[in-house]
């Protein structure tokens, strides 16, 4: 089975800073999927952004955009800009691209925006 | 927002009594997903479909059965609920394409509050 790390249980950031949340993953695979998904308290799962492994650009969304290390296996979001919103826990999930259909997610890490 | 509804959206009940979710689309999306929420274990796939009456085991699915006789119904029972069990569950859809390079990602419905008492 593939495993999701993240290593960060919480972490905190001053509105308007930039924030990096980590993601590391194991697959044998060459051909997937990454995904990172937020989770404010209201508790529904929204998608953040996605990553095709076989792009090499990294993938950006406004004020979120990702690096991608496929060798190191490496998937962070950068936040940039953080607002009070941004306040929830994040959630870093892989798929597998070929015969692939079910998505493997991490064990989240909770971000605090201060004002 | 993809038309997801879960219900309900919170449930109490005793150890032992049989207990069934529901979780109901509109966007013909083929594959479907039950996971459960629990503290410092992020989200685990408990079962998912991929058609009608197709059903596989995820991760967690001891204590669980499925069954998916429409398209856009996918039930998730517990046939003898335990302290275990109570958690949060979600409801996910998706419509993989592959080949084209485009992947139509999960979308969610908002979640079952199960309390097992």
């Known amino acids: 089975a593939q495993t999701v790390t993240q290593s960060q249980p919480e972490m905190s950031v001053q509105e308007a800073e930039t924030v990096t949340l980590s993601c590391t993953y194991d697959?044998?695979?060459?051909?997937?999927?990454l995904f990172w998904y937020k989770q404010p308290p209201s508790r529904q799962m929204i998608l953040v952004i996605r990553?095709?492994?076989?792009?090499?650009q990294n993938a950006t969304e406004n004020r979120f955009s990702v690096n991608f290390q496929k060798a190191a296996k490496s998937f962070s979001l950068k936040i940039s800009d953080s607002q009070l919103g941004d306040t929830a826990m994040y959630f870093c999930?892989?798929?597998?691209?070929?015969?692939?259909?079910?998505?493997?997610f991490g064990t989240g890490t909770s971000l605090t925006v201060i004002p | 927002d993809a038309g997801i509804t879960q219900s309900p959206r919170h449930k109490v009940t005793e150890t032992g009594t049989p207990v069934t979710l529901r979780c109901h689309q509109t966007?013909?999306?083929?594959?479907m997903y039950w996971y459960r929420q629990d503290p410092g274990h992020g989200l685990r796939l408990i079962h998912y479909?991929?058609?009608?009456?197709?059903?596989d085991k995820g991760e967690v699915s001891d204590g669980y059965s499925v069954s998916r006789s429409k398209t856009e119904d996918f039930l998730l029972t517990l046939e003898s609920a335990t302290s275990s069990q109570t958690s949060v569950y979600f409801c996910?859809?998706?419509?993989?394409?592959?080949?084209?390079?485009?992947?139509?990602?999960?979308?969610f419905g908002d979640g079952t509050r199960l309390s097992i008492l």
């Open positions: 479909s991929y058609g009608v009456k197709d059903t």
């Open positions: 996910a859809i998706s419509n993989p394409h592959r080949g084209g390079g485009y992947l139509q990602p999960q979308h």
């Open positions: 966007e013909n999306h083929r594959y």
């Open positions: 999930a892989f798929m597998e691209g070929v015969g692939g259909n079910q998505f493997y």
């Open positions: 697959t044998s695979e060459n051909n997937y999927y």
């Open positions: 990553q095709e492994a076989y792009k090499q």
